[in-house]
C-alpha cells in the first residue's frame, strides 16, 4: 500500500524559508514520478514540481522554478521541497503525489486529483507577518 506523509508546515514570514518533506512507502509498479502539488485558498490545484526516481529529470512550474527545489533520497524513501523567499501567495496546502505528470501539467501547472493516483494528507504553509 502507498503511503506518502507530509511534514515541515508551519507559519513563516515572508521572505523566509521552509523545506517540507514528504516520507513515501510502497511503490506502485507503473509510476516512477513524485510530485509537489498546492491547493491555496479560493484557488484551484497547482502542480509545482515533478521529480524522476533516478532523481532527473525534474520539471517545475515556470512559475515559482526560481524560488522552489525538489528533492529525493530514495535511501530514506523521502521526498523534499524547498522554498525560498516565501511570499504570500505560497500561502497554500502542500500535497506530495505520486504519478506522471501530463505534459499539459507540466505545461500550465493545471491539475485535478484525478490527474495522481496517490496523494498525502498535505501540510499547511502560511506566509504571513
Known amino acids: 500500500q502507498v503511503q506518502l506523509v507530509e511534514a515541515g508546515g508551519g507559519l513563516v514570514q515572508p521572505g523566509g524559508s521552509l523545506r517540507l518533506p514528504c516520507s513515501t512507502s510502497g511503490t506502485p509498479i507503473n509510476s516512477r514520478w513524485i510530485n509537489w502539488v498546492r491547493h491555496a485558498p479560493g484557488k484551484e490545484l497547482e502542480w509545482v514540481a515533478a521529480?524522476?526516481?533516478?532523481?532527473?529529470?525534474?520539471y517545475y512550474n515556470l512559475t515559482v522554478k526560481a524560488r522552489f527545489t525538489i528533492s529525493r533520497d530514495n535511501a530514506e524513501s523521502t521526498l523534499y521541497l524547498v522554498i525560498d523567499s516565501l511570499k504570500p501567495e505560497d500561502t497554500a496546502v502542500y500535497y506530495c503525489?505520486?504519478?506522471?505528470?501530463?505534459?499539459?501539467?507540466?505545461?500550465?501547472?493545471?491539475?485535478?486529483?484525478?490527474?495522481?493516483?496517490?496523494w498525502g494528507q498535505g501540510t499547511q504553509v502560511t506566509v504571513s507577518s
Open positions: 503525489t505520486k504519478g506522471t505528470p501530463k505534459p499539459r501539467t507540466i505545461l500550465t501547472g493545471e491539475t485535478s486529483r484525478a490527474d495522481f493516483d496517490y
Open positions: 521529480i524522476n526516481s533516478g532523481g532527473n529529470p525534474m
